[in-house]
């Protein structure tokens, strides 16, 4: 009754754009920053966008990109959904006409009861009311995901939006992420780039994906629906 959604995010190859598919996710993610390992131009976007079947949707990652850009990858991208991730206000949001996620960028220390930085995402999501779905990923140096995880015990109890979970996640934790963070929103989806790459060496291979990553953090996402399911765990209206 309430299938938490996937999004694969990072993708620059076509065997990644497939393994996302045929594991099930919804959502598949192109990073449009050129400063990011992960990033593709606007051309290798719209060409890996081309193998995706109906109803799993391109959505392209934006950092403080020109208008102009943006409504031209539109142009060429029709059915992306976009995401903003960096100092975007909500006017330059809505400027592309076109829905959007916007990423809101939480401490990694954040602890208000010892006197550390307090981020208001009550406040931020009726800022940014006009975006589909506001995505929580952990504040690291630089912009566009760094694969850090935040404390998720510490998010309000209770928001009224659609809400994403990022940041570090893998198959390993995203199962006690949704567990934690699911009752507190409308809805909940999640977000997982570097928790699904080909490891080697002890070296991450940013942009390249493994299949077996991808099917089991969808396997864990899966999980924490069934626990949810079976506990009866009250869940907010959509």
């Not at 029709?78 to 100092?87: N, V």
Request: hydrophobic fraction near 45%; charged fraction near 20%; proline fraction near 7%.
């Amino acid at each position: 009754m309430y299938r938490t959604r996937i999004k694969i995010c990072g993708l620059t190859r076509e065997e990644d754009v497939d393994a996302a598919v045929a594991a099930g996710a919804d959502a598949v993610g192109f990073v449009m920053y050129a400063p990011s390992p992960r990033s593709v131009s606007l051309e290798r976007a719209a060409e890996l966008a081309r193998r995706l079947p109906p109803f799993v949707t391109p959505v392209l990652l934006f950092v403080n990109a020109d208008a102009p850009e943006i409504i031209a990858a539109c142009a060429r991208i029709p059915t992306a959904l976009l995401q903003f991730h960096g100092d975007e206000t909500p006017e330059d949001c809505l400027r592309a006409g076109r829905p959007f996620l916007r990423a809101a960028r939480i401490p990694l220390d954040e602890n208000p009861a010892d006197g550390g930085p307090a981020f208001d995402l009550v406040k931020y999501v009726q800022d940014f009311k006009a975006a589909q779905a506001i995505l929580l990923d952990a504040h690291v140096d630089g912009f566009g995901g760094g694969g850090k995880t935040f404390n998720w015990s510490l998010l309000p109890p209770s928001v009224n939006a659609h809400l994403v979970l990022s940041g570090g996640l893998t198959p390993a934790n995203v199962t006690d992420g949704i567990l934690q963070v699911r009752p507190r929103c409308k809805t909940l989806a999640v977000d997982v780039s570097s928790g699904v790459e080909i490891s080697s060496g002890g070296t991450t291979l940013k942009g390249i994906k493994s299949a077996d990553k991808i099917h089991q953090f969808v396997a864990a996402v899966r999980a924490a629906d069934d626990i949810l399911a079976k506990n009866h765990v009250h869940l907010p209206a959509t």
